[in-house]
């Protein structure tokens, strides 16, 4: 049996001390960027000694895909509800709202991995899943066929441009304006992919 410690056993100090430390990455990352995370500025930051880190990550590749996962979670729980009714408008207004009053989670999911190719790696691993749930049937075609994916990597690049304007506050703070603006352009680009497996885009039905 643990011994206990101020009432916590050594396993739990050893949890709170590596949520702290993904806690200060996630500072770190979200405010200065991959290039300023380092196991002293962490340790620093979190007011832990050296060994600690190593208590509970190899090294920061670690720590980042950690740092990765927990943004990723806020994210995943802030539009969970939308994603579940099925409304594509209501998943960007969550996203914009959170992004809006924690700016780190758009740098640690849309800005750092354009410069940054393990961040990108986790990017591929994570965000077609949440994508697919949100776009549900909205998504015509195989994500196998190239065109499909073609018009994802547009549509990722427009999603990731307009959040990053929308974060630094480029574009007002209409928050109702800028998700029915996001919803209007992921639903023409993603309506234009045939359904007969050739990826070629189909003619729009109408064009506002």
């Known amino acids: 049996m643990s011994r206990r410690y101020s009432g916590q056993t050594a396993e739990d100090r050893t949890a709170d001390r590596r949520a702290r430390l993904i806690d ?8 200065q960027g991959v290039s300023a995370l380092g196991v002293r500025s962490v340790c620093r930051a979190a007011g ?7 208590e509970s990550f190899a090294d ?11 943004a990723l979670a ?3 729980e802030a539009v969970a509800p939308a994603v579940a009714s ?4 209501a998943v960007f207004e969550a996203a914009a709202r959170l992004m809006e009053a924690d700016p780190r989670i758009c740098r640690i999911l849309l800005v750092e991995p354009v410069a940054d190719a393990r961040l990108r790696g986790y990017v591929r691993e994570t965000i077609p899943a ?3 749930a949100a776009l549900g049937d909205r998504i015509v075609g195989s994500p196998d066929d190239p065109g499909v994916r073609m018009r994802f990597s547009a549509l990722f690049g427009a999603i990731i441009s307009l959040f990053v304007e929308w974060t ?3 574009l007002g703070t209409d928050r109702d304006a800028f998700a029915t603006h996001l919803t209007a352009v992921v639903t023409q680009l993603m309506s234009g992919v045939s359904s007969d497996g050739t990826g070629r885009p189909q003619q729009l039905a109408h064009r506002r």
């Open 24 to 31: 200060f990455g996630v500072e770190v990352v979200g405010t």
């Open 48 to 54: 832990l000694s050296q060994k600690f880190f190593y």
């Open 60 to 70: 920061t590749d670690v720590l980042l895909h950690a740092v990765y996962r927990a």
């Open 74 to 76: 806020r994210l995943e």
């Open 86 to 89: 099925g409304d594509l408008y």
């Open 130 to 132: 949440i994508a697919t």
């Open 168 to 170: 630094e506050g480029s």
